[in-house]
């Protein structure tokens, strides 16, 4: 099995920055995509950004040039840098990645973390 765990989410105010981190662990052979995505309440489960293993990164529109993800592929961590945090930022952020496992490793499979919250006052 892989674990995905969140952490770096709080409570900020607008104009201000966090930094989330997501550590993969458990039965893992290699790892693709990485990515973070992000679900407000009452709304759908929307892509931030996502990384690839050779570093190529795709943004949603709405954080272009705000927010900055990147990867260790060693720790097999993601994390995003959130600056200029606005109040419609705020949610719940989940982590992914696709994980091709020691037991499987020529299909890789989707894999969420908790999630952590990030709110962002006005």
């Known amino acids: 099995q892989v674990q995905l765990v969140e952490s770096g989410g709080g409570l900020v105010q607008a104009g201000g920055s966090l930094r989330l981190s997501c550590a993969a662990s458990?039965?893992?052979?290699?790892?693709?995509?990485m990515g973070w995505y992000r679900q407000a309440p009452g709304k759908q489960r929307e892509l931030v950004a996502t990384?690839?293993?050779?570093?190529?990164?795709n943004y949603a529109d709405f954080v272009k040039g705000r927010f900055t993800i990147s990867r260790d592929n060693a720790k097999n961590t993601v994390y995003v840098q959130m600056d200029s945090l606005k109040p419609e930022d705020t949610a719940v952020y989940y982590c992914?990645?696709?994980?091709?496992?020691?037991?499987?490793?020529?299909?890789?499979?989707?894999?969420w973390g908790q999630g952590t919250q990030v709110t962002v006052s006005s």
């Open positions: 458990g039965s893992i052979f290699s790892i693709n995509t």
């Open positions: 992914n990645a696709v994980v091709r496992t020691l037991e499987r490793r020529n299909i890789g499979s989707y894999y």
């Open positions: 990384i690839t293993s050779g570093g190529i990164t």
